[in-house]
């Protein structure tokens, strides 16, 4: 292949979007954290989350990935810490959730501090960097639309980007409708519920990447 043609660009973009809009970690990580914090925190979530993927996408392509098909055990230990990372993510929105239900008001008892926009930030960038398959996915997916035998700069940054604008077009599509969803018909304890629900999401994605 050594020209990237519309078709084949096209190609690329439905394949993105269709991983995006899969719900994953990165996907429930922008719904729980619009039913906590709200639509306009979940930004700065799915930003950092954006970031993470195009950390993702540089490392995938730096060769990372045939480190993982030549030595297993480092695709085993990053594959757990992701996993101990989700199920962190999830007692945490677990125990939010119960809070929700004592106050009647969702995340009222654990109010954002000024600082938490980076906090959120963060937590975005690592659910996307704790993400093995992410990995793969790239070393799987890219060889396919790059020129044979060489890292083509200018289509890597094209390809990288159309992913990262996929991600975000997800995330901000999950997040209208989580925001418009809550404000019509979540309160209380309904919302505690959902909160809980979530949690125990995270954690069931946990221990899927665990033992895959």
Known sequence: MTTLTLSLWLAFLAMAL???????????????TT????????????VGNALGVFLVSCVAVGGVGLLFEAWPPAFTVLKLAGAAYLAWLGVKQWRQGGQSDRTGLPGAASAPA????AAVFRRGLLVACSNPK???????????????????????LLLSLTFVAASLVAQFSYVLLTATAGARVLSG???A???????LLFIGLAVSLAFT
């Open 134 to 156: 992410a990995i793969l996915f790239f070393a799987a997916v890219f060889p396919q639309f790059m020129p044979p035998g060489r890292i083509d700069i200018v289509r890597f």
């Open 193 to 199: 519920l959902l909160q809980r629900g979530t949690g």
């Open 18 to 32: 269709a991983a995006t809009f899969s719900p994953g970690p990165a996907v429930l990580l922008a719904v729980s």
């Open 114 to 117: 000024p600082s938490s926009r």
């Open 189 to 191: 304890r309904r919302m």
């Open 35 to 46: 039913l906590s914090l709200g639509a306009r925190r979940t930004a700065y979530s799915s």
